[in-house]
Structure formats: C-alpha cells, structure tokens
C-alpha cells in the first residue's frame, strides 16, 4: 500500500520547516543567506542566529530573542514576527493533524478547540472587514498551499467528492468507508473535501485499509452512535476519536476542508487536514491535486458544482491531459439532478470522452476508474 511522501524530501531546499533542518542547514551550510524559515521556535538559537550569516534569508513567525531578531534585521534579513494571539499560525510549514484541529476536545468541548476557536476568529473579522484580518487568512492559506503540494508531491491522489448530509450507520456512508479502502489499498491517495458525511467515510476507509474486516464493521458500528455531528460536534467528533484509539496505526489520507462553512467540522480520519479560510482556493485546490481522477458520490448543489468545477479544465485541457471522472447511481446523476447528460454532451468528440464514466453501484467505482485510466 501507498505511503505518502516523506515531507521534507520534497520542498524547496531553501525552506526550513523544523528546528532539526534548522540545525542541519547551519551545520552543514554554514549559512543562513538566502532560506525561508518558516513558523520554526528559534528562542533557544539565538548562539547561531548571532553568528550565522542571514543575508537575504526571511523569517515567517519565528519566535526569537530581541538580540537575535535585531542583529538578523541588520544582517539584511526580512523578519515577520509571530502573532501569538491568533488561534492559529499564518505562517505554518505543515499541513494540520486532527489532533492538532481537535486539541481539548476531551476536556472542553469542541468550542474549546483551536478548529472552533479560528472559525469564531473568522466569523468576527469577517464582518468588520478587516484588511489586516485579510492580509493574515491569505498568508495562512498560502502556507497550507505551499505545505500540501510538498505533502503530495509524487503521490497518486484520487477525489472522493460526495454530501455531508450521508449519516453514519447508513448503507451509503458504509458504502463510501469500503470506497475509501479499496482505493487506498490499491495505492491511491484518498483525498476528500475534509468534512462529515461521504468525505468522512471516504477518509474512515482509507484509514481503515491496514486493517481486517471485523475492525471496519466495529468503527461503523462504534460511530453509528452519533450518526450526525448536529446537535453535538463534541459528541460525533468524540466517537471518531474513539475508533482512532482503538486502531491507532491507520492509512494515510488527505482532507481540504474550509472555515467558510465552520458549522461543519472536518472529519478524523483524514491523517493530514489541509483546512483554508477561502473556499474558492480550497474547492480548486481539491480538483487541480486529483491527479489520479475524481469519484463522485450521490450530492446536492456543492457536489453538481464540483463536477463542473472538474469537467471545465478537462474540457478545455488547461491543466493538460484530462482526469478520470467517474459518477456514481445513475438514478441520482441522470433524473433527480441531471448532470450527466450535460457533462456527456460536453464530453462528444474530445478527448475527455473516455475520460467519464457513470455507474449505478459505489462497488463498481473502482473498476470504472481503472478501466479509463488505463
């Protein structure tokens, strides 16, 4: 099976994410001149700031001594300093960890996590329109961008796009965690909007894909107990992180969820959440990384507008070879929201054409989206 990429073999040599490249960039280089350090606490290196050439180098929220920061000033370094009281970093290196976005959920509550707190913090700058509030959220999701193409560099992702209406403990949601582990199994990288319903079960089955058959009945069993996270996050989040502690060692895959719809919370099981304030970045930025084609599950609005959202640069090949689509329940896609005689029409005489597939039945998706690959 698939593993991600390690992270640090694939970003810009130039970065420094962690305090270990750190040391081993001024070992071995002898320089600073010219690297980007990002979000990495330099409190404790101020011996190295003092002494280490910063020429040209730049700074992005890196807490440092006074004398540190002023000699770097000096040496021709840009520092931009940390922000200590924003629930969240707008410089970060990585990508978040649902232990990360869940942090005090045990003790607090889910209005107690940074997850709740930074969609509060949007919530409120939003309405005063704050060019300030602005300029950090562009910031932050910049550095998710920069962080999750470094994540996915090399692998093969494939989109699972479906509602977050699908409950836990239903036939379609268990449907879409077997989805998930077949494809991560087959060396994919499942990558879903991030969020509750089909994009959980989806990520639940990519991380259940080390594992046996009698774990993935028990967590669909086990999660059944709260089947929607309405009218407790807390409590739909809490079951999740049950199944996580009981199967500790999970798949790895990808969730891109965004703060512009906080009432709804990402989902656990994806092993690396790439969350953005700015929806129209995160939708675009879901499509342009499925490489390896996209599924689509039964949806409502959000899900008809993906499809098109996919089916456009496929059409004109703006972003090169077209990618697999495949749409799964005929009954869904072809009469209560008929999408895909449009997106065939579309398709008839360009090279997209045998590029879409439409199934009735989830378990045929991962033959479909074989079968047009090759």
């Keep these: 099976m698939q593993t991600m990429p390690a992270h640090a073999a694939h970003h810009d040599d130039r970065e420094i994410e962690s305090l270990a490249e750190f040391d081993a960039t001024v070992s071995a280089r002898g320089t600073l001149s010219g690297f980007r350090v990002q979000a990495v606490d330099l409190t404790d290196r101020t011996r190295e700031l003092l002494t280490t050439d910063t020429t040209g180098a730049v700074f992005l929220g890196c807490p440092m001594r006074e004398d540190a920061a002023a000699k770097v000033r000096a040496g021709g370094a840009l520092v931009f300093p940390p922000l200590p009281d924003l629930p969240f970093d707008p410089y970060r290196g990585l990508v978040y960890s649902p232990d990360e976005l869940f942090e005090s959920l045990a003790e607090g ?75 991560a199994r087959a060396g994919l990288t499942v990558a879903t909007g991030g969020g509750p319903g089909a994009m959980e079960a989806a990520n639940l089955g990519a991380y259940a ?9 028990e967590s669909l069993r086990l999660l059944a107990k709260a089947p929607k996270f309405t009218p407790s996050i807390t409590e739909w989040a809490s079951a999740a992180f049950e199944v996580r502690t009981r199967w500790p060692k999970g798949g790895t895959s990808v969730g891109i969820p965004t703060w512009f719809y906080g009432h709804e919370p990402p989902n656990p ?79 008839r005489g360009r090279s997209m054409e045998s590029r879409i597939a439409l199934v009735d039945r989830i378990e045929e998706a991962p033959e479909a989206l074989r079968r047009i690959v090759d």
Excluded at 144 to 157: N, Q, T, Y
Excluded at 209 to 217: K, S
Excluded at 288 to 304: D, E, Q
Excluded at 323 to 339: F, G, I, K, Q, S
Aim: charged share 25%.
């Design 109 to 183: 509550g889910y209005e107690a996590t940074p997850d709740a707190r930074a969609y509060a913090w949007f919530q409120r700058t939003k309405a005063d329109r704050d060019v300030f509030a602005s300029t950090l959220r562009a910031l932050h999701d910049d550095a998710v961008s920069d962080a999750l193409d470094e994540l996915l560099s090399g692998a093969r992702v494939v989109g699972v796009m479906g509602g977050h209406a699908m409950a836990r403990g239903t036939e379609a949601y268990e449907g879409a965690a077997r989805l998930g582990r077949t494809l």
């Design 209 to 217: 894909a080390p594992y046996d058959d009698e774990m993935l009945t």
């Design 269 to 347: 099981f994806a092993s690396h959440i790439a969350k953005y304030f700015a929806n129209a970045t995160r939708e675009d930025g879901l499509l342009a990384r499925s490489t390896a084609g996209v599924i689509f599950l039964p949806g409502a609005a959000g899900t008809v507008q993906e499809i098109f959202d996919n089916a456009t640069p496929n059409y004109y090949e703006s972003r090169g070879e077209p990618t697999p689509m495949v749409l799964v329940d005929r009954a869904h896609w072809t009469e209560r929201l008929p999408t895909w005689p449009l997106l065939q029409s579309l398709a």
